[in-house]
């Protein structure tokens, strides 16, 4: 569809002022994992407001459903569910999900914390004690084999702390 440029992707939620979280590998980068990820996957707050914000920035990423050739856009009643709505976006593939192993925006925030992006913006980032526990949680071998990795990664930080 585009180029791959997650950053960017994640500056168009952040400047639309979008309420989400951003879990998955990308929030394992942003907490200082060498790991790669080829996706943002985020967990939004899913209330009227903040899903119509959501809507405006999809359409402006030009956001349809990955592996689904009529290249349908997400409405706010998909966006509304805790469903996953697996996206791709001029700069790269979305996954805007409505909850987490059962667990909501609001459950998800008080384990995550404000870091910055750059350019005066700033986005909630899962920490890695939470997003080590759902990896494990989700037992895909994806999930599992950066297990180490993140371990690793948590326990530099706290000897840095």
Known sequence: MASRNLAELLRCLVRGNVECILVGGMAGVMRGAPVVTADVDIVHRREPDNV??????????QAVYRHDDRHLRPTESHLMGPGHQLLVTRFGPLDALGALDHETYAELASHASTMELGEGLSILVLELPKLIELK?????PKDLAVLPVLEATLELTRKRD
């Not at 119509?52 to 990423?61: C, K, Q, S």
């Not at 494990?136 to 895909?140: E, I, S």
């Open 52 to 61: 119509e914000r959501l809507v405006r920035v999809l359409e402006e990423l």
């Open 136 to 140: 494990r949680n989700a037992g895909r």
